[in-house]
C-alpha cells in the first residue's frame, strides 16, 4: 500500500481548462450516477483526498481536483503584483468538474475547499446531491489563531525559516497516535510536499479565499443535506465554529472524529470515507 501520492495511480488522470489556466483532475468512472466530487484545501492538491476516494471507488465515481494553481495545474501568475487566482477562478473550475461527471454529484471540501463548495452552491444553478465539508467553517478569519493570520504579512524570507517549523509541528500533531508503516510514508512524503511549495505560493491562495470565509449572512440556502465533519484536535478550525455552521444549514449533521487535526483527510482516511460511505448511501 503506497502513500497518498502514489494511490493517484488508481485513477485516470485528464487536463481540464479554465481561463488561461489548465488544471489536473483524477477521476475514476464506474457508470453509475453517484459521483463524488473532492476539492482539497490550502497547500494541497488531489492527492489529499486519494486514500479516501481509494475506499470509495468501487460504489462511486470519482472526481479529484487540483485547483489551478496547486500540484501538477497551472501555477499561479501575477498581474501588476497581485495574484491572479480568485475564488471565482476556483469556482469554475469545480463547475467544470461538476458539469463533466454523472448525476447530481456529492461535493467534499476539505478547510479551503470546504469553503469553496460553500460559495459555489450560494452562487451555482446546478443540482447538487449534497455536501460533506471537512475540517471548515464560514467564519474562518475569527476562527484561525492570530499567529497563524500574521504568516500572511511576513517577507518571503520570514516564511521560508518558519515554513519547516510549521510543517514539523502540524504534521507532528496529525500523526502522533499514528505509527503504521503506510503513516509513516503519507507523512515523509507530505512534509516533502510542503517544503517543495514555493515561498510566495503559500501565501497568494490564502489571501484571495479569506474575502470568502467572512460571509456568514450570504449562506447559501439549497435544501440539500449537508454533512460536516470536525477533528476534535483541529487547533486550525476548532470544533466551536465548525458547530456553528449546523445552526446555519437547515439540513445538516455534524459528527466529531477522535484525535484528528487539520489533516484529517490523511491522517484519518479510513474514518472519514466510512462517514461518507453512510452519508452518500
Not at 79 to 91: A, K, N, P, V, W
Not at 136 to 157: C, E, G, Q, R, Y
Request: glycine share 6%; aromatic share 8%; hydrophobic share 40%.
Amino acid at each position: 500500500m503506497g502513500d497518498h501520492v502514489d494511490t493517484l495511480s488508481l485513477f485516470d488522470r485528464t487536463t481540464r481548462s479554465v481561463r488561461t489556466y489548465d488544471f489536473v483532475v483524477y477521476v475514476s468512472d464506474i457508470g453509475a450516477d453517484n459521483s463524488i466530487v473532492f476539492v482539497h484545501g490550502w497547500l494541497g492538491d488531489a492527492s489529499g483526498f486519494s486514500l479516501v476516494a481509494e475506499q470509495l471507488m468501487e460504489h462511486h465515481n470519482i472526481a479529484l481536483i487540483s485547483l489551478p494553481g496547486h500540484g501538477e495545474s497551472t501555477p499561479f501568475r501575477r498581474s501588476d503584483g497581485e495574484c491572479d487566482l480568485d475564488i471565482d477562478l476556483y469556482i469554475e473550475a469545480l463547475d467544470d468538474v461538476v458539469g463533466m461527471v454523472k448525476g447530481r454529484p456529492w461535493l467534499v471540501g476539505h478547510s479551503m475547499g470546504g469553503a469553496i463548495i460553500q460559495e459555489y452552491l450560494r452562487t451555482s444553478s446546478r443540482e447538487i446531491a449534497g455536501a460533506v465539508l471537512v475540517n471548515t467553517t464560514t467564519t474562518f478569519k475569527s476562527a484561525v489563531p492570530k499567529h497563524i493570520n500574521d504568516v500572511l504579512v511576513m517577507s518571503v524570507v520570514e516564511i521560508k525559516l518558519l515554513r519547516e517549523l510549521l510543517a514539523d509541528f502540524f504534521l507532528d500533531r496529525a500523526f502522533h497516535q499514528k505509527k503504521d508503516d503506510r503513516s509513516v510514508r503519507i507523512k515523509h512524503r507530505l512534509r516533502e510536499q510542503l517544503m517543495s511549495i514555493g515561498e510566495d505560493e503559500v501565501v497568494c491562495p490564502y489571501k484571495k479565499i479569506l474575502t470568502v470565509w467572512s460571509r456568514e449572512d450570504e449562506m447559501f440556502d439549497k435544501d440539500i443535506p449537508v454533512l460536516i465533519i470536525a477533528g476534535d484536535a483541529d487547533i486550525l478550525v476548532p470544533r466551536s465554529r465548525v458547530e456553528r455552521m449546523t445552526e446555519l444549514y437547515r439540513w445538516s449533521e455534524m459528527i466529531v472524529i477522535d484525535r484528528a487535526t487539520h489533516l484529517l483527510p490523511l491522517s484519518h482516511y479510513t474514518e472519514l470515507a466510512e462517514a461518507i460511505e453512510k452519508f452518500v448511501g
